[in-house]
């Protein structure tokens, strides 16, 4: 059974609709991002779960126990907010236990349990201090300590790691990961960083405009994009423009045919191909036997360290990017060269008027 279920959820302020027709299961354990540009509704649909804002329609089932008309502090589950939020004259024990407190549990019963979520993220002996007296990486991990002190059945984060630096927020990324998974509770987390949802998640839910664009694992977003939305937001893509004149047979705006899988489907019209920039090969010769091979010339090269882009302009003045690993026996393309571009035609993902 799914630990937490939401049907048909839905937010509307005034006219204007925050969350569409949400339906997610999430199972015990797992870990899910809610991933989009900002203002897709990711934020709504948390603080909805958490209780904080009242769903025009739709359920929530928490543990299959109908959750959607509770308050918050009603409800088993524990919220991080981006900003901590510590109270700042309180010690982060104070901070801790002051849930706990509000909840009316004993004191007898607060103390023990406080030292217990406070050696979950490894402040132990920090309980004393204040939040001025910590690190921002410290601080974030006192949020997670007031969250976990209630032994939630479901774990809430919005934008965790926003406020630490690049280092710090690798650090704690890993931090939460691991302690999710050796408490084995169920999480969903806001974000607009892929990376961050990529990494620490075993499904993402990827948002645009208040609607579930596509839920899946890294690789089936990555590999299958629903539609172009997804296609270029997950990863990069370069896409180019066109109709499907013939199973398997796309021509770009610009005229130039490419050999497509959508044999299958046997859809034609106006579509779009999008290409994940490393499953292209760009080469000085045409490669023998590729399924698309495209003249074109190397406009732009971009050094990224470990990998290069390459822009490469096509005859039809249409441009693709490839990325290519920067190893020692690769001859880097230059501006102006003169290059091929290629691909085999199951790699590219192609999208119709009805896929958005
Ligand atoms: P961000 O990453 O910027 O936090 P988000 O995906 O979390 O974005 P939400 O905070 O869920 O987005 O907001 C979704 C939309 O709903 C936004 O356009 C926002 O302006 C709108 N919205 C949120 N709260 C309210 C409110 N109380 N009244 C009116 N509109 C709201």
Redesign the pocket.
């Known amino acids: 059974m799914a630990q937490l279920e939401l049907n048909g959820l839905s937010?509307r302020?005034?006219e204007?609709q925050?969350?569409r027709d949400i339906t997610l299961s999430v199972a015990e354990g797992e870990f899910v991002a809610l991933l989009?540009?900002?203002?897709?509704?990711?934020?709504?649909?948390?603080?909805m779960i958490a209780g904080f804002?009242e769903p025009t329609s739709g359920a929530i089932h928490l543990g299959g126990r109908d959750i959607t008309g509770l308050p918050p502090w009603k409800r088993d589950t524990g919220l991080v907010f981006q900003s901590y939020a510590l109270f700042p004259h309180l010690t982060v024990a104070q901070n801790v236990a002051f849930g706990l407190e509000m909840r009316k549990v004993s004191p007898a019963e607060i103390a023990p349990r406080v030292e217990e979520a406070l050696r979950l993220v490894r402040l132990a002996g920090f309980g004393e201090r204040l939040p001025s007296q910590l690190s921002g990486g410290q601080q974030q991990r006192v949020a997670l300590a007031r969250a976990l002190v209630f032994r939630p059945d479901v774990l809430l984060l919005d934008?965790p790691l926003s406020n630490l630096d690049a280092k710090l927020r690798h650090e704690v990324r890993v931090e939460i990961r691991e302690l999710q998974r050796a408490l084995g509770i169920t999480t969903v987390m806001?974000t607009?960083d892929q990376e961050e949802a990529l990494t620490m998640a075993d499904r993402l839910v990827v948002?645009s405009e208040?609607r579930v664009r596509q839920v899946g694992t890294q690789r089936d977003l990555y590999e299958r994009p629903a539609d172009r939305f997804v296609a270029g937001f997950v990863g990069r893509s370069t896409f180019l423009e066109g109709m499907i004149e013939a199973p398997g047979r796309f021509r770009t705006s610009g005229g130039l045919e490419i050999r497509c899988a959508n044999g299958a489907s046997g859809v034609t019209g106006q579509a779009v191909i999008a290409l994940r920039p490393e499953r292209i090969t760009v080469a000085p010769t045409a490669p023998v036997n590729a399924e698309n091979c495209l003249p074109g010339t190397t406009e732009f090269v971009s050094y990224l360290g470990g990998l290069l882009d390459v822009h490469v302009r096509l005859a039809s003045e249409e441009r693709v990017i490839v990325q290519i690993p920067n190893r020692a026996e690769n001859n880097l393309p230059q501006i102006g060269d003169e290059v091929f571009v290629s691909w085999p035609a199951a790699s590219a993902n192609v999208f119709t008027a009805g896929d958005d």
């Open positions: 937010k302020y005034g204007f925050a969350a989009g540009p900002s203002g897709c509704g990711k934020t709504t649909t948390l603080r804002v934008e806001v607009h948002m208040g």
